[in-house]
């Protein structure tokens, strides 16, 4: 009896170790015609992996280096401290930037699942992956409105005078000015000059270098102006 039941175990370990071959075969078949390497396989065969360590590193760049490195970053760095604002974000770099980053890639690559997906693991934090999917369809939009800011800017910059530096176009207004030029009010040019101007435009008006560079008794008055760059903007 117990050589029959040792006969049928070989019996069952030979089958099994038939049917592994099989789909080892059927795995380097599928990994050798999507041109992957034939010795260790795909492990994925239906969603793919990478074909090798640079494959990752680059996709991990471009996911992590976009918009927000080149053009918000360098002005939030600016407006929080400039040099000192460093010190704060490599702490929060490393203490919670990179082990969260670690961890997404990598229970990523294990699960190979979807946001949505991959939450099997706890259905109650299910819509934390709608919630990444909705924010990642607002970055999409959010993202290209500012590419789109971009090539229009790049368009216009290709004229002989820019429409941004002056206040000539038919969408300023009154209060528009070109950044650099002094502004001056009648009242302030009364008090400078020492009689009345009442009436008289002072549109265009060369004053004294000691009044336009504002060391004489006079001030600029900017209240309510607007740049000419700005307008162009709105």
């Given at each position: 009896?117990?050589?029959?039941?040792?006969k049928?175990?070989?019996?069952?370990?030979?089958?099994?170790?038939?049917?592994?071959?099989?789909?080892q075969?059927?795995?380097?078949?599928?990994?050798?015609?999507?041109?992957?390497?034939?010795?260790?396989?795909d492990?994925?065969?239906?969603?793919?992996?990478?074909?090798?360590?640079?494959?990752?590193?680059?996709?991990?760049?471009?996911?992590?280096?976009?918009?927000?490195?080149?053009?918000?970053?360098?002005?939030?760095?600016?407006?929080?401290?400039?040099?000192a604002?460093?010190?704060?974000?490599?702490?929060?770099?490393?203490?919670?930037?990179?082990?969260?980053?670690?961890?997404?890639?990598?229970?990523?690559?294990?699960?190979?699942?979807?946001?949505?997906?991959?939450?099997?693991?706890?259905?109650?934090?299910?819509?934390?992956?709608?919630?990444?999917?909705?924010?990642s369809?607002?970055v999409?939009?959010?993202?290209?409105?500012?590419?789109?800011?971009?090539?229009?800017?790049?368009?216009?910059?290709?004229?002989?005078?820019?429409?941004?530096?002056?206040c000539?176009?038919?969408?300023?207004?009154?209060?528009?000015y070109v950044?650099?030029?002094?502004?001056?009010?009648?009242?302030?040019?009364?008090?400078?000059?020492?009689?009345?101007?009442?009436?008289?435009?002072?549109?265009?008006?060369?004053?004294?270098?000691?009044?336009?560079?504002?060391?004489?008794?006079?001030?600029?008055?900017?209240?309510?102006r607007?740049?000419?760059?700005?307008?162009?903007?709105?």
């Open positions: 009896m117990n050589e029959m039941v040792k049928g175990d070989i019996c069952f370990d030979e089958e099994f170790s038939k049917e592994e071959m099989v789909q075969s059927l795995m380097e078949t599928d990994t050798s015609s999507s041109g992957g390497s034939s010795e260790t396989g492990e994925n065969v239906g969603r793919g992996n990478w074909v090798g360590r640079l494959d990752f590193l680059l996709s991990c760049i471009g996911y992590a280096v976009g918009l927000g490195n080149i053009w918000r970053f360098p002005y939030l760095c600016y407006q929080s401290g400039g040099g604002f460093l010190i704060p974000y490599v702490i929060f770099l490393v203490l919670c930037g990179m082990p969260l980053f670690f961890l997404e890639i990598s229970y990523g690559q294990f699960a190979s699942l979807s946001p949505i997906s991959v939450w099997k693991m706890s259905p109650l934090f299910k819509g934390v992956g709608y919630g990444m999917v909705i924010i369809g607002i999409c939009v959010y993202y290209n409105i500012i590419i789109t800011w971009t090539i229009y800017f790049l368009y216009h910059s290709l004229r002989a005078v820019l429409p941004w530096s002056t000539n176009n038919a969408w300023n207004t009154e209060n528009c950044r650099g030029e002094s502004v001056w009010t009648n009242s302030t040019v009364n008090t400078t000059m020492g009689y009345n101007t009442t009436g008289v435009n002072m549109t265009g008006l060369l004053l004294p270098s000691g009044i336009a560079n504002g060391t004489s008794n006079g001030t600029s008055d900017l209240a309510g607007i740049t000419a760059s700005e307008e162009f903007w709105q």
